[in-house]
């Protein structure tokens, strides 16, 4: 077991290495957005954090901790006035392991039509929506080894034009035995490639050329993440968690996440997080607090000249 587990973390290493950000070379750029306010406002350093329904959305084999049932709602005031819906479900099986649904949805709005004949606009509106339905599965192998994975549809429609495709992700969980330090690893977003229908027209000055062409297809945002993480400090008023993630992403360079998360007498919890190397992404903040058997989270993430980000959750342990 030791060594499949040297393996697994040295295996993203050896595929991925790369010195030059591969910006643009891939689509369904919604599946990148975080979902759940608890582990955005640890900074995304959530790999072996993730312990509850929205590990689905990150590690999945972190919904082996779910005790009975649990359903998850979160909302994200995203940027560009737009706004990413999610909500999971996640049942504890006995004797098999724990079973989820989960959906995201990402919707443009109104967007102003323009061409080139109408630069201005004036000529009525479009938008775009995006999201994602998947199923979970998760399960102990052993009292310290862990797995779980997504199965995941994506669809995309950008104004008339669609695009359809199946992804998974796979998430494992090892405890150390070490204190409380655990490792975790996943692959999110694995899949064929997926194409827009319909066909389109290059200009030439301002003149649709004579013949359409097919739109290309694209990868998916595919990416790998290995995460440490462990209390730094904990009795039975207070506990202390920190957490890194090294993340690799399959069109861009590689980022480090680190984030704390604090909890006093199991009923309040605060949080915070920085993603080095990110184009964008850096500080971000989160709190919440636990009455009875439902959790209400709050996080908000500075994504520089892009504005904040902010996300709200409820998570009810049924």
Request: aromatic share 8%; charged share 25%.
């Given at each position: 077991m030791r060594k499949l587990w040297v393996l697994i973390l040295f295996l993203p290493l050896l595929a991925y290495g790369q010195d030059f950000a591969k910006v643009g070379t891939v689509g369904a750029q919604f599946l990148k957005i975080s979902v759940g306010a608890r582990g955005a406002g640890m900074g995304g350093a959530y790999e072996s954090v993730a312990n509850d329904v929205t590990a689905m959305f990150y590690n999945p084999s972190g919904l082996v901790?779910?005790?009975?049932?649990?359903?998850?709602l979160s909302h994200t005031a995203w940027l560009a006035d737009m706004g990413f819906e999610a909500?999971?479900?996640a049942k504890k099986i006995p004797n098999f392991g724990v079973v989820g649904f989960g959906i995201g949805y990402l919707g443009s709005g109104d967007i102003e039509r323009t061409t080139?004949?109408?630069?201005d606009g004036g000529i009525g509106n479009f938008s775009t929506e995006h999201w994602f339905a998947s199923v979970s599965l998760a399960r102990r192998l052993t009292d310290k080894f862990s797995v779980g994975g997504n199965v995941k549809f994506i669809r995309e429609?950008?104004?008339d034009e669609n695009s359809n495709a199946w992804a998974t992700d796979l998430g494992v969980t090892y405890l150390t035995g070490f204190k409380s330090l655990r490792m975790a690893m996943s692959v999110r977003n694995f899949g064929p490639e997926i194409q827009l229908?319909?066909?389109y027209c290059d200009l030439d000055n301002g003149q649709p050329l004579a013949n359409p062409s097919e739109y290309l297809p694209y990868h998916f945002p595919m990416t790998f993440k290995l995460g440490a993480a462990m209390e730094l400090a904990e009795n039975e008023d207070y506990r202390l968690t920190g957490a890194v993630d090294v993340e690799h992403p399959n069109d861009n360079l590689e980022r480090l996440r680190v984030g704390l998360e604090g909890a006093v007498w199991k009923k309040f919890m605060l949080r915070s997080g920085y993603a080095f190397n990110?184009?964008?992404e850096s500080l971000a903040f989160g709190a919440g607090f636990l009455l009875n058997n439902m959790s209400v989270d709050y996080s908000y993430t500075d994504y520089g000249i892009l504005d904040w980000v902010h996300r709200f959750d409820f998570i009810f342990n049924l």
């Open positions: 901790y779910v005790e009975n049932m649990s359903a998850f909500l999971a479900l080139v004949e109408s630069p429609r950008l104004d229908s319909g066909e990110h184009d964008t």
